[in-house]
């Protein structure tokens, strides 16, 4: 595609290899033309690792943290369950959200929590609220330690955020969604690397091989599940479409 923007025009048109399409640079659509760019360069330049979260990176970007925050908020879960740590910085921000909250507990599992961020992890104010497993998520052992860290009772929200090949979010979905409770979500983060086969950090594969294309073939297995970008519960703009690295990500059960 070839994006022109003329702000003496104030215009935006955008070159789709024959077909093109021009339209107020003001407008809704030239706003999402420029954002779908803007997203694909900043994921490039790593922008979502210039930020932390009480004192933890957080490699995510603010635009999805505030839309799960949305999320949390409405669905009021009692447990968060995250596959892939990192730095720990997510399971941060989901644990202050609970403090805040009053209520809730998260768990973390990656397959390697490297020993300075286990120990920044275990040493924050928040740490209580965290339960670390070591291990594949998709190991039938990990998985029943996540099983044990829920109550009965307990309404579950599961993020996915570790490996992000297409086959290894289909067998953390296939494992993790039966701990969803009516109402919360599974989601499958990262779906923006479909979008991303065409640049510098980028791989070709990408463009089949990713998390969205997992989410959307197991919507379609799986009935009890819906595939949704959450609604917003305040908007006074006539924009809809989330600006992120997850689309098609969130998967409610009904």
């Known amino acids: ?13 955008a070159d789709h290899g024959g077909t093109t399409e021009t339209h107020d640079l003001y407008s809704k659509r030239g706003f999402e033309l420029i954002s779908a760019q803007w997203v694909k360069v900043g994921w490039n330049q790593k922008y979502a690792y210039t930020f932390s979260w009480f004192g933890r990176p957080v490699i ?7 839309r799960i925050q949305e999320v949390l908020y ?18 941060i ?12 507990r998260v768990v973390g599992v990656d397959i390697e929590i490297r020993p300075h961020n286990r120990a920044a992890i275990e040493a924050h104010e928040l740490s209580h609220l965290i339960t670390l497993v ?9 998985v029943e330690q996540v099983r044990a860290a829920i109550k009965p009772g307990d309404k579950v929200l599961v993020i996915l955020d570790s490996n992000h090949t297409k086959q290894h979010v289909a067998n953390e979905l ?41 989410a959307l073939e197991f919507a379609a297995a799986h009935p009890e599940f819906i595939l949704e970008q959450p609604p917003w519960p305040f908007s006074e703009s006539d ?5 992120t690295h997850w689309p098609s990500a969130y998967l409610r059960k009904r």
């Open 74 to 91: 409405r669905v009021q879960p009692d447990v968060v369950v995250e596959t892939g740590v990192a730095h720990g910085g997510s399971l």
């Open 174 to 214: 296939v494992a993790y969604s039966p701990f969803v409770t009516a109402g919360s979500y599974i989601v499958a983060t990262d779906g923006l690397m479909r979008d991303l086969h065409d640049v510098p950090r980028g791989a070709p594969e990408w463009k089949h091989d990713n998390p969205t294309t997992a």
């Open 239 to 243: 924009l809809t479409e989330n600006i």
């Open 1 to 13: 595609m070839k994006l022109t923007i003329d702000t003496d025009a104030r215009t935006v048109t």
């Open 134 to 142: 070591e291990g594949d998520s998709t190991a039938p052992s990990v």
């Open 93 to 104: 921000f989901y644990a202050s959200l609970f403090k805040a909250l009053g209520r809730g």
């Open 60 to 66: 995510q970007l603010p635009e999805d943290m505030i």
